[in-house]
C-alpha cells in the first residue's frame, strides 16, 4: 500500500487525525484518567516513559498500515484515541478499538468516532469483509457502544488477567462488511 497515509476524518463532533508529539500530555491525561486496573491498558502504564514510548512508536507506524492509531478531537482538545489494524488476511478483516477520557464518556463520542472510523475503513480498504472488536466483558458501556454501530456480540474470550491479577474475561464483537450502516 505505496503512498498510504494516516487519514483525517471529520464527522458532525469531531476531528480523528493522526497523532503528534505536541499531543504527549493530552494522552497522558486520558490513559491515566480512566480505570485500567478495571479494563486493562494497552499501553503497558501510564506512565510518561510508558505514554512517550507509545506516542513515538504510534508516529513512527505513520504511513505503514495495516495498524493506524489516531487522536479523537472535540473543540481542538484531545479527548481520546481510535485505532484499526488488520487481524487476518483471509478473510480480510480489521480490529477496532477505542479509549475516551472518562469526562466525555456517555456523549455519544465514542460511537461516532467509531461509526466515522468504519465509515473510513469501508470505503479505503475495499476487501476488508469484516471487522472486530474486543471489549471486557464487564465494560458495559463499551458494550452498548458496539451494540449502536450493529457489532454482534460473538463469544467470550476466557482466562485474561486483570492488573490486579482478577479474571478478566473478553466479549469478541463482530461485524460483517455489509452490516455497517454510516
Given at each position: 500500500m505505496s503512498g498510504w497515509n494516516p487519514p483525517k476524518i471529520k464527522t458532525?463532533?469531531?476531528v480523528i487525525r493522526p497523532m503528534a508529539v505536541s499531543d504527549l500530555q493530552d494522552v497522558?491525561?486520558?490513559t491515566s484518567a480512566y480505570s485500567a486496573r478495571r479494563?486493562?491498558?494497552w499501553l503497558g502504564g501510564?506512565?510518561?516513559a510508558s505514554v512517550a514510548?507509545?506516542?513515538?512508536?504510534t508516529i513512527a507506524r505513520y504511513g505503514r498500515p495495516p495498524r493506524c492509531d489516531l487522536g479523537i478531537t472535540h473543540n481542538h482538545n484531545l479527548i481520546g484515541g481510535v485505532v484499526f489494524r488488520q487481524v487476518w488476511l483471509s478473510p480480510p478483516a480489521?480490529?477496532?478499538?477505542w479509549v475516551l477520557h472518562p469526562d466525555m464518556a456517555g456523549q455519544g463520542f465514542a460511537t461516532e468516532a467509531l461509526r466515522g472510523m468504519l465509515g473510513y475503513l469501508v470505503q479505503a480498504f475495499g476487501d476488508v469483509s469484516r471487522f472486530e472488536a474486543r471489549v471486557h466483558s464487564a465494560d458495559v458501556g463499551a458494550q452498548k457502544v458496539l451494540d449502536r454501530l450493529g457489532f454482534q456480540?460473538?463469544?467470550?474470550?476466557?482466562?485474561?488477567?486483570?492488573a490486579d491479577g482478577s479474571c478478566a474475561d473478553s466479549t469478541m464483537y463482530?461485524?460483517?462488511r455489509a452490516e455497517f450502516s454510516p
Open positions: 458532525e463532533r469531531l497522558h491525561t486520558f479494563y486493562g491498558n501510564t506512565d510518561a514510548r507509545y506516542v513515538a512508536d480489521m480490529e477496532v478499538g456480540a460473538e463469544g467470550t474470550l476466557r482466562g485474561g488477567v486483570d463482530g461485524m460483517l
